[in-house]
């Protein structure tokens, strides 16, 4: 009982830290978009709670984002495409991140933390060029226009999610890692 309810505690209080850095960061553009500083929150609380709380906390970032209007440019273009796609990179992010590192963690913590801090930006990102494909290519390429750019596709890679990746990867890399590492001490510590 003790185990369930820091379990819960601790998901709780990850999903807090979700909605408050995503409401904080949705003010960071690089761009168009913010910066997807949640995925810190959504790796540690994979890690620490497994692939449902990953699960839980990506859903968390998700709703938020289409709250907090962060995706009103899609928004008023399609809204059940951006909350597929908003929805879905949350979600798939926090699986994929707790999957891997579940996978990884019995043979080296440190390389599944790492590892999942670069999954779930890939997946985040993937997910969203995806729907942008799928849902947006109109807007885009009405973006790209106006940039002065004709290639509405290599539009996306560079000026919608080319410096935001790369920011939110390293962050991800750098943050998460140390985190875990110093939640993992202190967890020993303890007992």
């Known amino acids: 009982m003790k185990t369930n309810t820091k379990k ?19 003010f960071i553009k690089f761009g168009v978009f913010s ?20 699960a839980w906390l990506g ?8 709250a907090s209007g962060d995706a009103g440019a899609f928004l008023a273009v399609n809204p059940v495409g951006t909350a597929v796609t908003v929805l879905l990179k949350g979600v798939l992010a926090g699986l994929a991140a707790g999957g891997v590192y579940k996978l990884i963690e019995k043979k080296n913590k ?10 779930a930006p890939v997946v985040n990102t ?3 060029i995806l729907g942008c494909w799928l849902f947006f290519m ?3 390429t009405e973006w790209a226009t ?11 890679l560079t000026g919608v999610v080319g410096v935001n990746f790369f920011i939110e ?21 303890r007992k």
């Not at 910066?35 to 990953?54: D, E, F, H, K, T």
């Open 8 to 26: 819960i505690v601790g998901i709780g209080l990850m999903t807090a830290i979700v909605v408050v850095l995503q409401l904080l960061g949705s």
């Open 35 to 54: 910066i997807s500083l949640v995925l810190v929150p959504i790796i540690v609380g994979a890690a620490l709670y497994g692939v449902g709380a990953g």
């Open 59 to 66: 859903l968390a970032f998700g709703v938020t984002v289409l």
């Open 110 to 119: 440190l390389i599944a933390v790492i590892t999942s801090g670069i999954v």
């Open 126 to 128: 993937g997910i969203f």
């Open 138 to 140: 109109p807007l885009i």
């Open 146 to 156: 106006a940039a002065g750019v004709e290639n509405a596709g290599l539009f996306v």
């Open 169 to 189: 990867l390293a962050i991800n890399l750098v943050l998460s890692t140390v985190i875990v590492r110093i939640i993992k001490i202190a967890v020993k510590e």
